[in-house]
């Protein structure tokens, strides 16, 4: 359900086409709720048929037609409905914390390089949430800007408020991640420097 939420945030901002919904899924909701396009597309039609959406064929090109999907009064319904509710936590499924339980198993090189690896990747996460937070703040983000486009400037700075923050709380989490690898660096060293 959480990408048909996505995809329904996507769509509450201006109809889009399914290609439009993936590339701008990339550059805004991506960042918090990854998809590929082989479960984007298969969900926008299965909204169809919920009738979440209404889709509309398009010129496209000088011979062609693409479908363009807007939201429904019941697709908005859903989407507030499913921001009304009180959260649903899922039981964990976590393969690095799985892999780091067992680095007894591994070698100690490879257990540093996973530490290691876990730091990069968040760091490079923080930097790419960064650039979000910084093209909402500045309102160059384009869906950002389609989305505030017509409100008032006590409304825009709402909407981009909870954008914001939600990014914020993401770095922090991967700051957490960051801290709990170089504390894993520091146990294979010493585990290392014992045996």
């Known amino acids: 359900m959480s990408l048909r939420n996505a995809l329904l945030a996507m769509l509450t901002s201006q109809p889009m086409t399914g290609y439009d919904v993936y590339k701008n ?5 991506g960042y918090v709720w990854h998809a590929p396009d082989s479960q984007i597309y298969p969900e926008l039609r299965r909204m169809e048929q919920d009738g979440l959406i209404r889709g509309e064929t398009v010129p496209w090109g000088k011979r062609g ?5 807007s939201i429904t009064e019941a697709g908005v319904e859903s989407f507030q409905a499913w921001l009304n509710a009180p959260p649903e936590y899922q039981r964990e499924r976590d393969p690095v914390r799985l892999r780091a339980a067992y680095l007894e ?7 540093a390089e996973f530490f290691r ?3 990069a990747y968040h760091a490079g996460r923080i930097e790419d949430w960064e650039e979000m937070i910084a093209a909402l703040r500045d309102q160059s983000n384009p869906t ?4 505030i486009e017509g409100k008032s ?6 909407i981009t408020a909870y954008k ?3 990014y914020e709380g993401m770095i922090a989490r991967a700051r957490a991640e960051i801290a709990w690898a170089e504390k894993g660096l520091e146990l294979v060293e010493e585990l290392e420097r014992r045996v």
């Open 117 to 119: 690896a876990h730091t």
């Open 25 to 29: 899924f990339q550059t805004s909701v």
């Open 144 to 147: 950002l800007a389609k989305r």
């Open 153 to 158: 400037a006590e409304e825009a700075r709402r």
């Open 164 to 166: 914001v923050f939600a």
């Open 65 to 69: 037609t693409k479908k363009r999907y």
């Open 105 to 111: 198993w591994a070698k100690p090189d490879a257990s």
